[in-house]
């Protein structure tokens, strides 16, 4: 089997319980299931890690992040009824809305500030049409630029968001 095949069926293996049932296999459960040497698991593990696939825990290889699942809490909460799953970053919660598709909220805190923000994806459309939106409900006082925008040289210095199309 091909190196980039064996390495896209073994990041498989290890989503498609993860996003089923909320928990992710060991490389051993993944090992059994994919009937392949552990050793061989571990190398595409390894493989993956390089790529940014995932990212593996610093003492065992074993995954800590597999894009866009994250194995340890985090400051983004994708929920769709009563299951629910981590997310590295915002945006790795909009590929598991995608990825499980239907109705999600993201609960959110941007810029990892006090305030948190849902997402509403209804139907595989996200209801929030607007990042001003965002911006208000993260804002100190009207007109104050949010925090987490105050270091982002790239934005206008009037704090205005761009909307979203």
Request: aromatic share 6%; with cysteine.
């Amino acid at each position: 089997m091909q190196t980039a095949a064996f390495d896209a069926e073994v990041h498989h293996a290890f989503i498609d319980p993860l996003r089923r049932t909320g928990r992710a296999p060991s490389r051993h459960e993944v090992a059994a299931a994919l009937a392949r040497p552990i050793n061989e698991i571990e190398q595409a593990l390894h493989r993956l890690s390089a790529s940014h696939g995932v990212v593996l825990h610093p003492h065992v290889c074993e995954p800590w992040v597999i894009h866009p699942f994250s194995l340890s809490p985090t400051a983004t909460w994708i929920q769709q009824g009563e299951q629910g799953w981590w997310a590295p970053c915002i945006w790795c919660g909009f590929g598991i809305a995608a990825l499980v598709g239907g109705n999600t909220v993201i609960h959110a805190r941007i810029g990892g500030e006090m305030e948190d923000v849902d997402i509403n994806i209804v139907n595989d459309e996200v209801v929030e049409k607007s990042l001003g939106a965002f911006r208000r409900a993260t804002s100190r006082r009207v007109g104050q630029r949010p925090p987490f925008l105050r270091h982002r040289s790239a934005l206008p210095a009037s704090g205005r968001c761009p909307d979203v199309e």
